[in-house]
């Protein structure tokens, strides 16, 4: 058979050839859909149950608030303390917090000439509410508040603020400071001054009984008031 008989063939059934390519176009669609794994109902559900539950807990932890965010108390950012004693301008000031004795100081207008330095620590960290005492040289300190010696041990470091205080240096006293002594005047004074500029300076408290007119006697009465 030769093309143009082939030709003329399928001119002629052309109906039939398309039933046939139309046949074979729809039984190969059936067939690739019936090759399709099934899907498992049991499987969808479980997906779509997973992902309801995802969402509710997301939203229901967006629902609740945040702890730190509700009650976190609010942090103090000032400290008001009160201040008095040897400073020019004693009262009540608000500084930042986490400010020390120094910074108080500053703000008062700094500590007066009869200031016993000795007996305060400008580094002490102040804590809302202090009372803060500044002495005077030679005052004695009974009943005041603490002076910012530390923030853990104030009636310690008040006592011991105290007792510095009343104490005088034999090696760098004056005639003035060494009048302060129980039974101590001007020309006794001027004798342990003598000594110490002779002697190049007092070794032991106890040297003191060496010095003309003062013996054992008057050493003891003395001695808790003496420092080198």
Do not use: W
């Amino acid at each position: 058979m030769n093309f143009e008989k082939i030709k003329g063939f399928i001119l002629e059934k052309k109906g039939l050839v398309i039933g046939i390519i139309a046949t074979i176009l729809i039984g190969g669609y059936f067939i690739q859909k019936n090759n399709q794994p099934a899907i498992n109902n049991s499987q969808v559900l479980s997906e779509n149950n997973k992902n309801q539950s995802t969402d509710f807990s997301k939203n229901k932890s967006n629902n609740i608030p945040s702890a730190t965010g509700v009650n976190s108390p609010s942090k103090q950012n000032t400290v008001t303390v009160d201040i008095a004693g040897a400073v020019k301008h004693s009262g009540v000031y608000t500084l930042k917090n986490g400010a020390r004795l120094n910074d108080l100081l500053k703000v008062c207008g700094g500590l007066t000439d009869k200031a016993e330095t000795r007996a305060i620590n400008r580094a002490a960290l102040l804590k809302d509410q202090d009372q803060i005492y500044v002495p005077h040289i030679g005052e004695k300190i009974e009943n005041v508040p603490a002076v910012g010696n530390t923030t853990t041990a104030n009636s310690s470091a008040s006592d011991s603020a105290s007792s510095n205080s009343e104490q005088v240096h034999l090696n760098s006293a004056t005639v003035e400071d060494l009048q302060k002594l129980n039974g101590v005047g001007q020309k006794k004074a001027e004798q342990i001054i003598a000594y110490r500029d002779q002697n190049g300076g007092f070794k032991q408290i106890e040297d003191l009984t060496k010095v003309t007119g003062i013996g054992e006697k008057t050493f003891e009465k003395l001695k808790d008031q003496l420092a080198l």
